[in-house]
Nanobody, 121 residues
Framework: EVPLVESRGGLVQAGGSLRLSCAASGLTASDYCIAWFRQAPGKEREVVASSNSDGTINYADSVKGRFTISRDNVKNTVYLQMNSLKLEDTAMYYC???????????????WGKGTLVTISS
């Protein structure tokens, strides 16, 4: 069983918004660093945002001011609110959990299966 399940992505026009959710089961999200990664076609997977259990949040420069990561510990869910979407935000988005490390350079213990976000012009 995959402990992290992303919500369905979708097709969004440039400039629009989309919220992704990452529901955790079998682990308590508040005990982990939860990060959102993305991988665009032909590119390496990169962290876009991470939220540590101590409240520390980090964003990649490419999404600062546009994306917001947040948690709902009651629902055991982490969200990624994406605003002012750009064509270059098109990618598979994955949530991931790391018990020990956090930030923009982590090797998570658990991964979701990913969800596709496509931005159209």
């Amino acid at each position: 069983e995959v402990p992290l399940v992303e919500s369905r992505g979708g097709l969004v026009q440039a400039g629009g918004s989309l919220r992704l959710s990452c529901a955790a089961s079998g682990l308590t999200a508040s005990d982990y660093c939860i990060a959102w990664f993305r991988q665009a076609p032909g590119k390496e997977r990169e962290v876009v945002a991470s939220s540590n259990s101590d409240g520390t949040i980090n964003y990649a420069d490419s999404v600062k001011g546009r994306f917001t990561i947040s948690r709902d510990n009651v629902k055991n869910t982490v969200y990624l609110q994406m605003n002012s979407l750009k064509l270059e935000d098109t990618a598979m988005y994955y949530c991931a959990a790391d018990k020990i490390f956090c930030g923009l350079r982590i090797l998570p213990d658990y991964w979701g299966k990913g969800t596709l976000v496509t931005i159209s012009s």
